[in-house]
């Protein structure tokens, strides 16, 4: 499998001080069962059969759009703290024409106060011209420190338009909801930490695997994307163990022939958990960059438009820089905080949101961000990054400028 990691960097790229943000990509293919699934979509216009029935899809912005889809029961009353249990099946058609509640989570900048615990719904955002084809998946989890966000943040429609792929966005159990760690309150070895919201992730995963070709995705070629908290659970869910059973290769341990002989001399109940990631950031994203280079094919970037629109504007007069999470919205229009973001682009950043979203949809495909008419984007191992600049400017940079303008050598003593 192949990785991308960025990141907000201090001086140069997005950040102000020290804020980061990384964006993480990890390619895997599923298992033979479910690669034995990627039969030809049977998708009759907007209607598409699932495993739990058939949905009503609808067309808007120049693409087919399922909307609220439930991947798992209401969590809820006995379900409460509890692993996600299977959807109910339904009769008939159901609507798939607007978003699910967002999980429980206090006003922020992502949002407003939401109460409704039944909230475990995904979104696919697919070519209207499928024609029966398997299509590369997206499967993106969103932000929000796992206390907010949803999956209605990201809105494939725009990367679905460029890069002709299948983007899945979804909710899951946040605070105290998702993560709550009280002795004797998970019944069970998977809720015993308290990781309800990963469980949902995991949930939301299988349905992928079970569901896509239905909508004229691969569930062969399936990439999960992350930001900030999503980000972190991008990570994690290559190390959990559900997860693993569904797909066979991660992050390189699990790549291609080498499959089988890797998984027989590092056999995953070898190593203890639970599994934990640190280090992100400025210097310790490079640091686990090339960490991660050492033993598979890594794509590093840093986001580095120091005038991309402010997340707010509570400080009049603030410099934001290339802020963590300010790069959301050149991927993803509907990601805002109480304003569209995307509206503020300028003409040169909005050519680095069309580069980024062609980048993106190319290690899609290819597990590699190679696309005809852009610049050359090596491997870490080169010893060079992605500067992603608006303008036309980007370019690659030494791991060395990258270590100077984030001051590395001080932050890495300590």
């Not at 039944?118 to 955002?125: A, G």
């Not at 991008?234 to 059973?245: M, P, R, W």
């Not at 509907?334 to 050519?351: E, K, M, R, V, W």
Request: glycine residues 12%; contains cysteine; charged residues 10%.
């Amino acid at each position: 499998m192949r990785t991308t990691a960025g990141g907000s960097g201090q001086s140069r790229w997005r950040r102000i001080p020290a804020a980061a943000t990384v964006a993480a990509f990890i390619a895997f293919i599923a298992s033979p069962t479910a690669a034995a699934a990627a039969a030809p979509s049977h998708r009759s216009g907007l209607i598409v059969p699932t495993v739990d029935g058939k949905l009503q899809g609808k067309h808007a912005e120049g693409i087919d759009q399922f909307l609220g889809v439930p991947y798992a029961a209401p969590p809820v009353g006995a379900l409460r703290w509890q692993a996600p249990q299977p959807a109910q099946p339904w009769h008939g058609v159901r609507s798939a024409t607007s978003y699910g509640n967002r999980c429980p989570q206090l006003a922020s900048g992502n949002g407003p106060r939401e109460d409704t615990e039944d909230c475990l719904f995904l979104n696919v955002f697919t070519p209207s011209d499928t024609h029966g084809r398997g299509l590369p998946v997206l499967v993106m989890i969103h932000g929000g420190g796992l206390v907010n966000g949803a999956g209605d943040q990201h809105d494939g429609s725009l990367i679905v338009n460029t890069d002709h792929i299948v983007v899945v966005s979804f909710n899951y159990r946040l605070g105290v909801f998702g993560f709550l760690d009280v002795p004797g309150l998970g019944t069970s070895p998977l809720t015993a930490n308290g990781n309800y919201g990963l469980l949902d992730q995991m949930a939301a995963l299988r349905w992928v695997q079970r569901n896509i070709a239905a909508f004229g995705g691969d569930p062969r070629r399936v990439t999960i994307a992350g930001e900030s908290a999503g980000e972190g659970r991008t990570f994690t869910q290559g190390l959990a163990s559900l997860t693993q059973q569904q797909y066979i290769q991660f992050a390189g341990q699990l790549y291609g022939s080498l499959a089988p002989a890797i998984l027989q001399r590092y056999p995953w109940s070898a190593f203890p958990g639970p599994y934990t990631l640190t280090g992100i950031g400025g210097c310790p994203t490079q640091n686990l960059a090339a960490r991660f280079a050492s033993t598979t094919p890594t794509f590093f970037y840093q986001f580095d438009d120091r005038h991309a629109p402010g997340l707010n504007h509570n400080l009049p007069g603030y410099q934001w820089g290339a802020g963590h999470a300010m790069e959301l919205a050149y991927l993803w229009p509907s990601f805002n905080n109480g304003f569209s973001l995307y509206d503020l682009l300028t003409p040169a950043q909005l050519q680095l949101s069309h580069q980024m979203i062609v980048w993106w949809g190319a290690f899609t495909r290819l597990g590699a961000p190679e696309a005809p008419g852009q610049p050359l984007w090596p491997t870490y191992t080169s010893g060079r990054l992605m500067s992603l600049r608006p303008g036309d400017q980007s370019r690659t940079i030494t791991a060395a400028m990258f270590g100077a303008e984030h001051q590395c050598a001080f932050w890495n003593a300590g």
